[in-house]
């Protein structure tokens, strides 16, 4: 009788967890709307950078409910939703993969404020925009929120991590790939 090594069991393991949440948490379009304006909101209320901007982004990418779950291997999952001119125009997924100590779930949503029209194309016209590669994206952490002024923005994209308590600290989004889904 074979048996399954113990990191392709956590493999297997990590996989079918997140098939299961991310089946738990799939909900209407009309939910993830309001679900990603409610965090969009609370994260302006918390973070006034983000607040500020969002007047001179040309997109916000929005991702109001990621589930991250593992045990050796682990992995992360959410949909959202990509907003322009205050009007959710269009719905994508983000998946993160992940190898090392990890044992447990944790949730937590994060915003992508696209701040030129070249990150906006890139996002729309690739079939899955991996972070990390493609336009420049700034994950805006306390201290850089709060040194974030419309006359210090340089980069293509701005991103914020956050719970339902506000930033979170330590987190980060490379390697994690975004698409388009239909809803």
Do not use: C
């Amino acid at each position: 009788m074979h048996t399954m090594p113990s990191n392709l069991f956590a493999l297997v393991f990590a996989i079918v967890s997140i098939s299961m949440v991310s089946q738990a948490t799939a909900a209407t379009a009309e939910d993830l709307d309001k679900d990603s304006m409610q965090a969009l909101e609370r994260l302006y209320e918390t973070v006034p950078a983000a607040k500020t901007l969002s007047e001179k982004a040309k997109g916000v990418l929005v991702f109001p409910n990621m589930v991250k779950a593992g045990l050796v291997f682990g992995g992360s999952y959410g949909e959202g939703v990509l907003i322009k001119d205050s009007k959710v125009v269009d719905y994508y997924n983000s998946v993160t993969g992940s190898w090392g100590l990890q044992v447990g779930a944790q949730s937590y949503g994060y915003a992508v404020f696209l701040m030129t029209e070249e990150a906006v194309s890139y996002l729309e016209k690739t079939r899955g925009w991996e972070l990390g590669v493609g336009p420049t994206v700034v994950v805006a952490d306390e201290g850089v929120a709060r040194n974030l002024s419309t006359s210090s923005l340089q980069d293509d994209a701005y991103a914020f991590i956050f719970s339902q308590q506000g930033l979170m600290a330590g987190m980060s989004i490379e390697g994690t790939k975004i698409s388009r889904i239909d809803r």
